[in-house]
T-cell receptor, first 113, second 112 residues
């Protein structure tokens, strides 16, 4: 079974803190994604990476950065957390190729106070 | 042109009934249309997917109907069960899997 593991289920951080969300996949997938999920807005792509050290902006990259130093690990960084970044964050991975299945982690519920 | 519009936002169906969720898209270049199912506390998981060269795909109680001319596709859940209660997302992509465009989601509740 493909496993995508996010380091935390729940996080509470203070405004202005630097926040790291970690994601690890164990199936040697080329592509990794960070999404934000908010009610009524679906899944919005923050950043994705198609190779080690490569990253591309998604639809809502402002206030976020990412790091992919190893193929299996993709980190999302909130440089200075704000209350409007309170949300559910989902990591996903896909193998190379066209129109392949996306495998998701269980999500991290981040609350910024 | 990149949007996928999903309706309804929420849906309550009696056990044994048919649940229907609809999605519409604008970009005719989309060539892959998956549906994902998400249970509370879990990430979404692929349920069923269709390509535009077929009008219908069935897997067990789940069917995707695809209308290329109307640029619409829908998920039908036959004999809906309480265990089907979840949030369902439609999505679309073209060529590369990098950019899955997601619908807003439908929260489905099946009443026993």
């Amino acid at each position: 079974d493909v496993k995508v593991t996010q380091s935390s289920r729940y996080l509470v951080k203070r405004t202005g803190e630097k926040v790291f969300l970690e994601c690890v996949q164990d199936m040697d997938h080329e592509n990794m994604f960070w999404y934000r999920q908010d009610p009524g807005l679906g899944l919005r792509l923050i950043y994705f990476s198609y190779d080690v050290k490569m990253k591309e902006k998604g639809d809502i990259p402002e206030g976020y950065s990412v790091s992919r130093e190893k193929k299996e690990r993709f980190s999302l960084i909130l440089e200075s957390a704000s209350t409007n970044q309170t949300s559910m964050y989902l990591c996903a991975s896909t193998p190379g190729g066209v129109n392949t299945e996306a495998f998701f982690g269980q999500g991290t519920r981040l609350t910024v106070v | 042109q990149q949007q996928v519009k999903q309706s309804p936002q929420s849906l309550i169906v009696q056990k044994g009934g048919i649940s229907i969720i609809n999605c519409a898209y604008e970009n005719t270049a989309f060539d892959y249309f998956p549906w994902y199912q998400q249970f509370p506390g879990k990430g979404p998981a692929l349920l069923i997917a269709i390509r535009p060269d077929v009008s219908e795909k069935k897997e067990g109680r789940f069917t995707i109907s695809f209308n290329k001319s109307a640029k619409q596709f829908s998920l039908h859940i036959m004999d809906s069960q309480p265990g089907d209660s979840a949030t369902y997302f439609c999505a679309a992509s073209k060529g590369s899997n990098y950019q899955l465009i997601w619908g807003a989601g439908t929260k489905l509740i099946i009443k026993p």
